[in-house]
Protein backbone atom coordinates (compact mmCIF):
# COMPACT_ATOMS: atom_id res chain seq x y z
CA UNK A 1 0.00 0.00 0.00
CA UNK A 2 1.55 3.56 -0.62
CA UNK A 3 0.62 6.99 -0.44
CA UNK A 4 -2.85 7.97 0.38
CA UNK A 5 -3.61 10.57 -2.34
CA UNK A 6 -6.72 13.13 -1.21
CA UNK A 7 -9.00 15.47 -3.40
CA UNK A 8 -5.20 17.89 -3.06
CA UNK A 9 -3.22 15.38 -5.04
CA UNK A 10 -5.83 15.34 -7.65
CA UNK A 11 -6.43 18.95 -7.81
CA UNK A 12 -2.71 19.34 -8.68
CA UNK A 13 -2.89 17.06 -11.02
CA UNK A 14 -5.52 18.70 -12.99
CA UNK A 15 -3.55 22.14 -12.56
CA UNK A 16 -0.29 20.49 -13.85
CA UNK A 17 -1.84 19.00 -17.38
CA UNK A 18 -4.30 21.30 -17.94
CA UNK A 19 -4.36 25.27 -17.54
CA UNK A 20 -6.51 26.29 -15.39
CA UNK A 21 -6.52 27.99 -12.25
CA UNK A 22 -5.78 26.00 -9.04
CA UNK A 23 -9.10 27.47 -7.39
CA UNK A 24 -11.37 26.36 -10.19
CA UNK A 25 -9.85 23.07 -10.60
CA UNK A 26 -10.64 22.59 -7.10
CA UNK A 27 -14.19 23.75 -7.58
CA UNK A 28 -14.66 21.37 -10.25
CA UNK A 29 -13.58 18.32 -8.65
CA UNK A 30 -15.57 19.40 -5.41
CA UNK A 31 -18.42 20.02 -7.72
CA UNK A 32 -18.04 16.71 -9.75
CA UNK A 33 -18.18 14.32 -6.38
CA UNK A 34 -20.74 16.13 -4.97
CA UNK A 35 -22.86 15.89 -7.55
CA UNK A 36 -22.60 11.74 -7.79
CA UNK A 37 -23.28 12.20 -4.11
CA UNK A 38 -26.38 13.88 -4.76
CA UNK A 39 -27.31 12.34 -7.86
CA UNK A 40 -26.76 8.91 -5.77
CA UNK A 41 -29.19 10.07 -2.98
CA UNK A 42 -31.51 10.91 -5.59
CA UNK A 43 -31.82 8.11 -7.84
CA UNK A 44 -29.50 5.22 -6.33
CA UNK A 45 -27.72 4.95 -9.40
CA UNK A 46 -24.50 7.07 -10.81
CA UNK A 47 -22.71 6.09 -14.16
CA UNK A 48 -19.57 7.49 -14.46
CA UNK A 49 -18.08 7.03 -17.85
CA UNK A 50 -14.37 5.43 -17.56
CA UNK A 51 -15.10 4.99 -13.26
CA UNK A 52 -17.45 2.85 -12.94
CA UNK A 53 -21.33 2.84 -11.59
CA UNK A 54 -22.57 3.90 -8.24
CA UNK A 55 -25.61 1.94 -6.88
CA UNK A 56 -27.61 1.82 -3.78
CA UNK A 57 -28.94 -1.66 -3.31
CA UNK A 58 -31.16 -3.11 -0.49
CA UNK A 59 -30.25 -5.62 1.82
CA UNK A 60 -33.11 -7.51 3.28
CA UNK A 61 -33.27 -7.51 6.84
CA UNK A 62 -31.82 -10.17 8.72
CA UNK A 63 -31.34 -11.63 12.16
CA UNK A 64 -28.35 -11.86 13.96
CA UNK A 65 -26.62 -12.92 17.52
CA UNK A 66 -25.01 -10.19 19.98
CA UNK A 67 -21.21 -10.88 20.11
CA UNK A 68 -21.30 -10.13 23.78
CA UNK A 69 -24.37 -11.52 25.21
CA UNK A 70 -25.55 -13.56 22.45
CA UNK A 71 -28.88 -12.60 22.40
CA UNK A 72 -30.41 -12.21 19.08
CA UNK A 73 -31.18 -9.13 17.41
CA UNK A 74 -32.68 -7.93 14.33
CA UNK A 75 -30.96 -6.32 11.87
CA UNK A 76 -32.99 -3.79 9.71
CA UNK A 77 -33.23 -4.01 5.80
CA UNK A 78 -30.82 -0.69 5.12
CA UNK A 79 -29.01 0.02 1.81
CA UNK A 80 -25.54 -0.71 0.34
CA UNK A 81 -23.41 1.46 -2.03
CA UNK A 82 -22.10 -0.95 -4.73
CA UNK A 83 -19.19 0.27 -6.75
CA UNK A 84 -19.13 -1.55 -10.24
CA UNK A 85 -15.78 -0.59 -11.92
CA UNK A 86 -16.02 -0.16 -15.66
CA UNK A 87 -14.09 -2.06 -17.91
CA UNK A 88 -11.21 0.44 -18.89
CA UNK A 89 -10.26 1.06 -15.44
CA UNK A 90 -10.55 -2.68 -14.30
CA UNK A 91 -8.07 -3.79 -17.33
CA UNK A 92 -5.84 -0.99 -16.55
CA UNK A 93 -5.35 -2.06 -12.53
CA UNK A 94 -5.12 -5.85 -13.63
CA UNK A 95 -2.20 -4.89 -16.07
CA UNK A 96 0.02 -6.89 -14.00
CA UNK A 97 -1.88 -9.91 -14.03
CA UNK A 98 -3.36 -9.41 -17.24
CA UNK A 99 -1.05 -12.55 -19.09
CA UNK A 100 -2.49 -14.85 -16.64
CA UNK A 101 -5.36 -16.53 -17.81
CA UNK A 102 -8.42 -19.43 -16.38
CA UNK A 103 -5.79 -23.06 -16.42
CA UNK A 104 -8.11 -26.74 -16.20
CA UNK A 105 -5.93 -28.04 -13.68
CA UNK A 106 -7.53 -31.98 -13.92
CA UNK A 107 -6.48 -34.16 -16.93
CA UNK A 108 -9.53 -36.08 -16.97
CA UNK A 109 -13.18 -33.97 -17.03
CA UNK A 110 -15.49 -36.08 -15.97
CA UNK A 111 -17.69 -36.05 -18.77
CA UNK A 112 -15.35 -36.84 -21.22
CA UNK A 113 -15.00 -40.27 -19.37
CA UNK A 114 -18.67 -40.82 -19.99
CA UNK A 115 -18.99 -39.58 -23.70
CA UNK A 116 -15.59 -41.37 -25.23
CA UNK A 117 -16.34 -45.07 -24.36
CA UNK A 118 -19.84 -44.87 -25.21
CA UNK A 119 -19.65 -46.60 -28.74
CA UNK A 120 -16.45 -48.68 -28.19
CA UNK A 121 -15.85 -49.41 -24.49
CA UNK A 122 -19.35 -50.41 -23.24
CA UNK A 123 -19.43 -53.47 -25.71
CA UNK A 124 -16.18 -54.96 -24.09
CA UNK A 125 -17.50 -53.88 -20.45
CA UNK A 126 -20.64 -56.00 -20.95
CA UNK A 127 -18.81 -59.16 -21.51
CA UNK A 128 -18.02 -59.12 -18.04
CA UNK A 129 -21.63 -59.51 -16.52
CA UNK A 130 -22.72 -63.41 -16.48
CA UNK A 131 -24.32 -63.91 -19.88
CA UNK A 132 -25.56 -67.29 -19.88
CA UNK A 133 -25.38 -68.91 -16.75
CA UNK A 134 -27.37 -71.31 -18.51
CA UNK A 135 -26.17 -72.39 -21.61
CA UNK A 136 -24.23 -75.88 -21.60
CA UNK A 137 -20.80 -75.53 -20.49
CA UNK A 138 -18.93 -75.87 -23.55
CA UNK A 139 -15.51 -74.64 -23.17
CA UNK A 140 -12.51 -74.59 -25.79
CA UNK A 141 -9.91 -76.58 -25.83
CA UNK A 142 -7.56 -73.38 -25.39
CA UNK A 143 -9.09 -72.46 -22.62
CA UNK A 144 -8.69 -76.08 -20.58
CA UNK A 145 -5.21 -75.66 -21.58
CA UNK A 146 -4.80 -72.26 -19.82
CA UNK A 147 -4.78 -74.97 -16.32
CA UNK A 148 -1.33 -76.39 -16.32
CA UNK A 149 0.81 -73.92 -18.80
CA UNK A 150 0.32 -71.73 -15.88
CA UNK A 151 3.49 -73.18 -14.41
CA UNK A 152 6.53 -71.81 -15.41
CA UNK A 153 8.36 -74.62 -16.08
CA UNK A 154 6.54 -75.54 -19.27
CA UNK A 155 7.81 -72.10 -21.60
CA UNK A 156 8.56 -74.86 -24.64
CA UNK A 157 5.42 -76.58 -24.32
CA UNK A 158 3.13 -73.28 -23.97
CA UNK A 159 4.84 -72.21 -27.47
CA UNK A 160 2.29 -74.45 -29.84
CA UNK A 161 -1.17 -73.61 -27.47
CA UNK A 162 -0.54 -69.91 -28.10
CA UNK A 163 0.08 -70.79 -32.22
CA UNK A 164 -2.70 -72.86 -31.57
CA UNK A 165 -5.09 -70.15 -29.48
CA UNK A 166 -3.65 -67.88 -32.66
CA UNK A 167 -4.97 -70.52 -35.75
CA UNK A 168 -8.14 -71.18 -33.56
CA UNK A 169 -9.13 -67.42 -33.58
CA UNK A 170 -8.63 -66.73 -36.63
CA UNK A 171 -10.41 -69.84 -37.76
CA UNK A 172 -13.07 -68.01 -35.55
CA UNK A 173 -12.88 -65.02 -37.28
CA UNK A 174 -13.06 -66.11 -40.90
CA UNK A 175 -16.39 -68.26 -39.69
CA UNK A 176 -18.03 -64.93 -38.15
CA UNK A 177 -17.46 -62.53 -41.02
CA UNK A 178 -20.40 -61.46 -42.56
CA UNK A 179 -21.77 -63.13 -45.69
CA UNK A 180 -24.64 -60.68 -46.68
CA UNK A 181 -23.37 -58.14 -48.79
CA UNK A 182 -25.58 -55.96 -48.09
CA UNK A 183 -24.66 -55.66 -44.34
CA UNK A 184 -21.23 -55.22 -45.60
CA UNK A 185 -21.33 -51.31 -45.54
CA UNK A 186 -22.44 -50.69 -42.07
CA UNK A 187 -20.49 -53.74 -40.80
CA UNK A 188 -17.17 -52.06 -42.23
CA UNK A 189 -17.98 -49.08 -40.36
CA UNK A 190 -18.34 -51.12 -37.07
CA UNK A 191 -14.85 -52.96 -38.07
CA UNK A 192 -13.29 -50.07 -38.66
CA UNK A 193 -14.37 -48.75 -35.13
CA UNK A 194 -13.39 -51.89 -33.69
CA UNK A 195 -10.51 -52.62 -35.20
CA UNK A 196 -9.32 -49.15 -33.87
CA UNK A 197 -10.59 -49.66 -30.35
CA UNK A 198 -8.21 -53.05 -30.22
CA UNK A 199 -5.33 -52.34 -32.26
CA UNK A 200 -4.12 -52.26 -28.75
CA UNK A 201 -5.14 -55.90 -28.16
CA UNK A 202 -2.79 -56.55 -31.00
CA UNK A 203 -0.26 -54.90 -29.71
CA UNK A 204 -0.83 -57.00 -26.50
CA UNK A 205 -0.14 -60.54 -28.55
CA UNK A 206 2.35 -59.32 -30.10
CA UNK A 207 4.27 -58.30 -27.10
CA UNK A 208 3.24 -61.22 -25.19
CA UNK A 209 4.56 -63.28 -28.05
CA UNK A 210 7.80 -61.29 -28.43
CA UNK A 211 8.62 -61.85 -25.22
CA UNK A 212 7.97 -65.37 -25.01
CA UNK A 213 9.59 -66.28 -28.22
CA UNK A 214 12.98 -64.54 -26.49
CA UNK A 215 12.42 -66.55 -23.28
CA UNK A 216 12.79 -69.46 -25.07
CA UNK A 217 15.75 -68.15 -27.05
CA UNK A 218 17.44 -67.13 -23.91
CA UNK A 219 16.13 -70.48 -22.63
CA UNK A 220 17.56 -72.64 -25.42
CA UNK A 221 21.12 -71.03 -25.33
CA UNK A 222 21.37 -71.48 -21.61
CA UNK A 223 20.47 -74.98 -21.61
CA UNK A 224 23.16 -75.77 -24.13
CA UNK A 225 25.59 -74.08 -22.42
CA UNK A 226 25.40 -75.38 -18.75
CA UNK A 227 22.73 -78.09 -18.51
CA UNK A 228 23.62 -78.73 -15.21
CA UNK A 229 22.43 -75.41 -14.07
CA UNK A 230 19.21 -76.25 -15.60
CA UNK A 231 17.30 -76.25 -12.25
CA UNK A 232 18.59 -72.35 -11.54
CA UNK A 233 17.75 -70.90 -14.95
CA UNK A 234 14.35 -72.17 -15.05
CA UNK A 235 12.58 -70.65 -12.76
CA UNK A 236 14.52 -67.59 -14.07
CA UNK A 237 13.59 -67.89 -17.67
CA UNK A 238 10.03 -68.66 -16.83
CA UNK A 239 9.74 -65.31 -15.50
CA UNK A 240 8.81 -63.30 -18.53
CA UNK A 241 7.11 -66.06 -20.09
CA UNK A 242 4.40 -65.65 -17.30
CA UNK A 243 4.30 -62.63 -17.89
CA UNK A 244 3.25 -63.02 -21.59
CA UNK A 245 1.04 -65.87 -20.12
CA UNK A 246 -1.01 -63.76 -17.68
CA UNK A 247 -1.69 -60.92 -20.92
CA UNK A 248 -2.43 -63.92 -22.70
CA UNK A 249 -5.08 -65.76 -20.36
CA UNK A 250 -7.29 -62.89 -20.75
CA UNK A 251 -7.01 -63.37 -24.13
CA UNK A 252 -7.58 -66.92 -24.14
CA UNK A 253 -10.28 -65.78 -21.05
CA UNK A 254 -12.33 -63.47 -23.13
CA UNK A 255 -12.36 -66.09 -26.02
CA UNK A 256 -13.65 -68.67 -23.62
CA UNK A 257 -16.52 -66.28 -22.39
CA UNK A 258 -17.04 -66.13 -26.16
CA UNK A 259 -17.10 -69.42 -26.30
CA UNK A 260 -19.45 -70.62 -23.57
CA UNK A 261 -22.07 -67.58 -24.73
CA UNK A 262 -21.84 -68.76 -28.12
CA UNK A 263 -24.28 -71.55 -27.44
CA UNK A 264 -26.11 -69.77 -25.70
CA UNK A 265 -27.37 -67.88 -28.06
CA UNK A 266 -29.66 -70.35 -29.81
CA UNK A 267 -31.57 -71.18 -26.58
CA UNK A 268 -32.66 -67.96 -25.87
CA UNK A 269 -33.11 -66.56 -29.32
CA UNK A 270 -34.86 -68.04 -31.68
CA UNK A 271 -32.60 -70.65 -34.02
CA UNK A 272 -33.69 -68.72 -37.21
CA UNK A 273 -29.95 -68.13 -38.47
CA UNK A 274 -26.72 -69.89 -37.43
CA UNK A 275 -24.47 -67.51 -35.83
CA UNK A 276 -21.69 -69.67 -37.93
CA UNK A 277 -21.84 -68.97 -41.80
CA UNK A 278 -19.81 -69.87 -43.99
CA UNK A 279 -16.01 -68.68 -44.53
CA UNK A 280 -15.97 -65.28 -46.73
CA UNK A 281 -13.07 -63.84 -47.47
CA UNK A 282 -12.95 -60.54 -45.42
CA UNK A 283 -9.92 -58.03 -46.95
CA UNK A 284 -10.11 -56.93 -43.08
CA UNK A 285 -8.84 -60.40 -41.95
CA UNK A 286 -6.21 -61.22 -44.36
CA UNK A 287 -4.68 -57.58 -44.42
CA UNK A 288 -4.68 -56.86 -41.19
CA UNK A 289 -4.28 -60.33 -39.07
CA UNK A 290 -3.54 -59.33 -36.11
CA UNK A 291 -6.07 -56.78 -35.89
CA UNK A 292 -8.84 -59.08 -37.27
CA UNK A 293 -7.87 -62.27 -34.73
CA UNK A 294 -8.04 -59.24 -31.90
CA UNK A 295 -11.23 -57.96 -33.45
CA UNK A 296 -13.25 -61.51 -32.76
CA UNK A 297 -13.28 -61.84 -29.07
CA UNK A 298 -14.99 -58.24 -29.46
CA UNK A 299 -17.43 -59.63 -31.72
CA UNK A 300 -18.29 -62.67 -30.36
CA UNK A 301 -18.67 -61.38 -26.56
CA UNK A 302 -20.56 -58.03 -27.65
CA UNK A 303 -23.14 -60.39 -29.40
CA UNK A 304 -24.91 -62.07 -26.56
CA UNK A 305 -24.88 -58.83 -25.02
CA UNK A 306 -27.14 -57.78 -27.66
CA UNK A 307 -28.93 -61.26 -27.56
CA UNK A 308 -29.54 -61.66 -23.84
CA UNK A 309 -31.34 -59.02 -22.53
CA UNK A 310 -33.17 -58.75 -25.82
CA UNK A 311 -35.05 -61.58 -24.71
CA UNK A 312 -35.46 -60.21 -21.28
CA UNK A 313 -36.63 -56.51 -22.17
CA UNK A 314 -37.29 -55.95 -25.34
CA UNK A 315 -40.25 -58.96 -26.59
CA UNK A 316 -41.33 -57.04 -29.29
CA UNK A 317 -38.23 -56.77 -30.77
CA UNK A 318 -37.36 -59.20 -33.79
CA UNK A 319 -35.15 -62.03 -32.48
CA UNK A 320 -33.84 -62.38 -36.00
CA UNK A 321 -31.87 -59.35 -35.18
CA UNK A 322 -30.23 -60.75 -32.52
CA UNK A 323 -28.99 -63.84 -34.27
CA UNK A 324 -26.93 -61.76 -36.50
CA UNK A 325 -23.65 -61.11 -35.67
CA UNK A 326 -23.29 -58.13 -34.14
CA UNK A 327 -20.90 -56.59 -36.85
CA UNK A 328 -24.03 -55.36 -38.25
CA UNK A 329 -26.63 -54.64 -34.86
CA UNK A 330 -24.81 -51.80 -33.18
CA UNK A 331 -25.96 -48.84 -35.60
CA UNK A 332 -29.97 -49.88 -34.92
CA UNK A 333 -31.70 -48.39 -32.22
CA UNK A 334 -32.89 -51.68 -30.44
CA UNK A 335 -29.61 -52.57 -29.52
CA UNK A 336 -28.26 -49.38 -28.61
CA UNK A 337 -31.07 -49.18 -26.01
CA UNK A 338 -30.67 -52.68 -24.94
CA UNK A 339 -27.12 -52.35 -24.00
CA UNK A 340 -28.01 -49.09 -22.36
CA UNK A 341 -30.65 -51.06 -19.97
CA UNK A 342 -28.07 -54.04 -19.99
CA UNK A 343 -26.27 -51.67 -17.19
CA UNK A 344 -28.49 -50.09 -15.50
CA UNK A 345 -28.36 -50.77 -11.48
CA UNK A 346 -31.43 -51.05 -9.65
CA UNK A 347 -30.42 -48.07 -7.40
CA UNK A 348 -28.23 -45.62 -8.28
CA UNK A 349 -26.56 -42.55 -6.24
CA UNK A 350 -26.96 -39.04 -7.37
CA UNK A 351 -23.81 -37.04 -8.13
CA UNK A 352 -22.93 -34.15 -8.08
CA UNK A 353 -23.93 -33.00 -11.80
CA UNK A 354 -26.50 -35.33 -12.32
CA UNK A 355 -29.73 -34.62 -13.63
CA UNK A 356 -32.87 -36.41 -13.66
CA UNK A 357 -33.13 -36.38 -17.16
CA UNK A 358 -29.60 -37.31 -17.46
CA UNK A 359 -30.05 -40.64 -15.78
CA UNK A 360 -32.68 -41.27 -17.73
CA UNK A 361 -31.18 -40.54 -21.09
CA UNK A 362 -28.37 -42.82 -19.56
CA UNK A 363 -30.75 -45.66 -18.70
CA UNK A 364 -33.88 -45.43 -20.19
CA UNK A 365 -32.69 -44.14 -23.98
CA UNK A 366 -34.58 -40.68 -23.45
CA UNK A 367 -34.36 -38.06 -21.23
CA UNK A 368 -38.21 -37.64 -20.83
CA UNK A 369 -38.83 -41.19 -18.94
CA UNK A 370 -37.14 -39.17 -16.00
CA UNK A 371 -40.24 -38.62 -15.01
CA UNK A 372 -40.84 -42.83 -13.95
CA UNK A 373 -37.70 -42.42 -12.13
CA UNK A 374 -39.16 -39.09 -9.92
CA UNK A 375 -42.28 -40.80 -9.68
CA UNK A 376 -40.80 -44.00 -8.17
CA UNK A 377 -38.93 -41.68 -5.79
CA UNK A 378 -41.09 -39.31 -5.04
CA UNK A 379 -40.42 -39.28 -1.56
CA UNK A 380 -36.55 -38.63 -1.48
CA UNK A 381 -36.79 -35.91 -4.31
CA UNK A 382 -38.57 -32.43 -3.01
CA UNK A 383 -37.58 -30.81 -6.26
CA UNK A 384 -36.72 -32.82 -9.29
CA UNK A 385 -35.04 -29.72 -10.71
CA UNK A 386 -32.77 -29.71 -7.90
CA UNK A 387 -31.60 -33.65 -6.74
CA UNK A 388 -29.29 -33.02 -3.59
CA UNK A 389 -26.02 -34.94 -4.54
CA UNK A 390 -25.88 -38.29 -2.46
CA UNK A 391 -29.46 -39.06 -2.80
CA UNK A 392 -29.96 -42.92 -3.54
CA UNK A 393 -32.81 -43.31 -5.91
CA UNK A 394 -34.15 -46.44 -7.15
CA UNK A 395 -34.54 -47.09 -10.96
CA UNK A 396 -38.03 -48.56 -12.04
CA UNK A 397 -37.91 -51.32 -14.14
CA UNK A 398 -38.34 -49.95 -18.01
CA UNK A 399 -42.26 -51.22 -19.21
CA UNK A 400 -41.63 -52.69 -22.70
CA UNK A 401 -43.62 -50.08 -24.51
CA UNK A 402 -44.57 -47.30 -21.90
CA UNK A 403 -40.63 -46.94 -21.80
CA UNK A 404 -39.37 -47.52 -25.18
CA UNK A 405 -37.70 -44.59 -26.38
CA UNK A 406 -38.55 -45.59 -30.66
CA UNK A 407 -42.56 -45.29 -29.49
CA UNK A 408 -43.78 -41.67 -30.25
CA UNK A 409 -46.40 -42.66 -28.07
CA UNK A 410 -44.39 -43.56 -24.94
CA UNK A 411 -42.38 -40.45 -25.08
CA UNK A 412 -46.10 -38.21 -25.56
CA UNK A 413 -47.36 -39.43 -22.72
CA UNK A 414 -44.42 -39.29 -20.45
CA UNK A 415 -44.13 -35.55 -21.84
CA UNK A 416 -47.74 -34.97 -20.79
CA UNK A 417 -46.45 -36.89 -16.98
CA UNK A 418 -43.49 -34.05 -17.07
CA UNK A 419 -45.85 -30.75 -17.67
CA UNK A 420 -47.86 -31.67 -14.96
CA UNK A 421 -45.17 -32.45 -12.47
CA UNK A 422 -42.93 -29.54 -13.77
CA UNK A 423 -46.70 -27.31 -13.13
CA UNK A 424 -46.47 -28.20 -9.45
CA UNK A 425 -42.79 -26.43 -9.02
CA UNK B 1 -28.33 8.94 -13.28
CA UNK B 2 -26.24 8.97 -16.65
CA UNK B 3 -23.05 10.80 -17.41
CA UNK B 4 -24.46 13.34 -19.43
CA UNK B 5 -26.48 14.40 -16.22
CA UNK B 6 -23.81 14.62 -14.57
CA UNK B 7 -21.64 16.61 -16.78
CA UNK B 8 -24.26 18.81 -16.99
CA UNK B 9 -25.12 19.46 -13.65
CA UNK B 10 -21.62 20.18 -12.99
CA UNK B 11 -20.93 22.29 -15.84
CA UNK B 12 -23.92 24.32 -14.58
CA UNK B 13 -22.89 24.39 -11.03
CA UNK B 14 -19.47 25.74 -12.02
CA UNK B 15 -19.92 27.56 -14.31
CA UNK B 16 -17.82 26.35 -16.96
CA UNK B 17 -18.51 25.22 -20.52
CA UNK B 18 -19.68 21.67 -21.30
CA UNK B 19 -16.86 20.86 -23.34
CA UNK B 20 -14.21 22.27 -20.63
CA UNK B 21 -16.40 20.06 -18.35
CA UNK B 22 -16.27 16.73 -20.32
CA UNK B 23 -12.40 17.46 -21.10
CA UNK B 24 -11.76 17.91 -16.97
CA UNK B 25 -13.82 14.92 -16.09
CA UNK B 26 -12.08 12.85 -18.11
CA UNK B 27 -8.82 14.27 -16.84
CA UNK B 28 -10.16 13.37 -13.64
CA UNK B 29 -10.89 10.41 -14.00
CA UNK B 30 -6.96 9.14 -15.50
CA UNK B 31 -5.75 10.52 -12.56
CA UNK B 32 -7.48 8.55 -10.58
CA UNK B 33 -6.84 5.37 -12.52
CA UNK B 34 -3.35 6.42 -12.49
CA UNK B 35 -3.21 6.48 -9.07
CA UNK B 36 -4.81 3.60 -8.43
CA UNK B 37 -2.33 1.27 -11.19
CA UNK B 38 0.18 2.36 -8.91
CA UNK B 39 -1.73 0.65 -5.99
CA UNK B 40 -1.88 4.35 -4.51
CA UNK B 41 -5.60 4.56 -2.86
CA UNK B 42 -7.40 8.09 -3.66
CA UNK B 43 -9.31 9.31 -0.72
CA UNK B 44 -11.92 11.70 -1.15
CA UNK B 45 -12.98 13.57 1.56
CA UNK B 46 -16.85 13.57 2.58
CA UNK B 47 -17.47 10.71 -0.37
CA UNK B 48 -14.82 7.73 0.12
CA UNK B 49 -11.87 6.24 -0.95
CA UNK B 50 -10.88 4.09 -3.98
CA UNK B 51 -8.58 1.49 -3.90
CA UNK B 52 -6.97 -1.75 -5.49
CA UNK B 53 -7.86 -4.86 -3.77
CA UNK B 54 -5.90 -8.28 -4.94
CA UNK B 55 -8.23 -11.39 -4.65
CA UNK B 56 -7.01 -14.64 -4.84
CA UNK B 57 -6.37 -17.37 -7.03
CA UNK B 58 -9.51 -19.91 -6.37
CA UNK B 59 -10.52 -23.60 -8.03
CA UNK B 60 -13.68 -23.61 -9.47
CA UNK B 61 -15.67 -26.60 -10.39
CA UNK B 62 -18.10 -26.83 -13.68
CA UNK B 63 -21.03 -28.17 -11.93
CA UNK B 64 -22.33 -30.04 -15.62
CA UNK B 65 -18.83 -31.02 -16.69
CA UNK B 66 -17.01 -31.24 -13.16
CA UNK B 67 -14.03 -29.92 -14.92
CA UNK B 68 -11.96 -28.22 -12.13
CA UNK B 69 -10.40 -24.74 -13.19
CA UNK B 70 -7.89 -22.70 -11.82
CA UNK B 71 -8.75 -18.99 -11.68
CA UNK B 72 -6.03 -16.80 -11.43
CA UNK B 73 -5.16 -14.15 -8.95
CA UNK B 74 -5.81 -10.39 -10.32
CA UNK B 75 -6.44 -6.81 -9.07
CA UNK B 76 -9.56 -4.81 -8.62
CA UNK B 77 -10.41 -1.21 -8.12
CA UNK B 78 -12.97 -0.79 -5.17
CA UNK B 79 -14.79 1.85 -3.53
CA UNK B 80 -15.29 1.84 -0.25
CA UNK B 81 -18.11 4.54 1.26
CA UNK B 82 -16.92 7.43 3.39
CA UNK B 83 -18.67 8.00 7.11
CA UNK B 84 -20.39 11.23 5.74
CA UNK B 85 -21.77 9.68 2.38
CA UNK B 86 -22.28 6.40 4.91
CA UNK B 87 -24.74 8.41 7.32
CA UNK B 88 -26.43 9.93 4.43
CA UNK B 89 -26.99 6.91 3.02
CA UNK B 90 -28.30 5.39 6.44
CA UNK B 91 -31.08 8.21 6.59
CA UNK B 92 -31.79 7.92 3.53
CA UNK B 93 -33.17 4.44 4.08
CA UNK B 94 -34.80 5.75 6.97
Known sequence: MQKKRLLQDLVDGLVVEGDL?????????????????????????????????????????????????????????????????????????????????????????????????????????????????????????????????????????????????????????????????GKRNRSIVVIILIALGLLFLAGLIYWSMESNRKARQERALKEAMMEQLAVEVEPLTGQPTQDALDSLSILAAQENAAAVKQPSQPSTAKPVEKPVVKPAPKPTATTAKPAATTAKPATTTAKPAATTPKAVSTTTKPTTTASKPVMTTPKTTTTSTTTKTTSRPSEVTVKTGDRLTLLSEKYYGHKVFWVYIYLENKAKIADPNNVTAGTTIVLPKAHPTMMDPTNAEAVKKAEGIQQRILAQF | MKNKDLLDEVAQRSGLPSDVTAALADRLITLITNHLSLDEPVSIQGFGTFEVKKRKERLTVNPTTGAKWLIPPKWVPAFKVGPTLKEKIKQLNA
Open chain 1, 21 to 181: KKKDAEEFVRHFFKVIEEGLLADRLVKVNGLGVFKLIEVEARSSVDVNTGEPFLIKEHLKLSFIPDTPLKEKINKPFESYEPVQTTSEPINMKETIPDNQTDTPSVNEEPQAPTAPQKPLDLGLDEEDPFEPKEGEERQPTIQEMLAALKEENERQTPTES
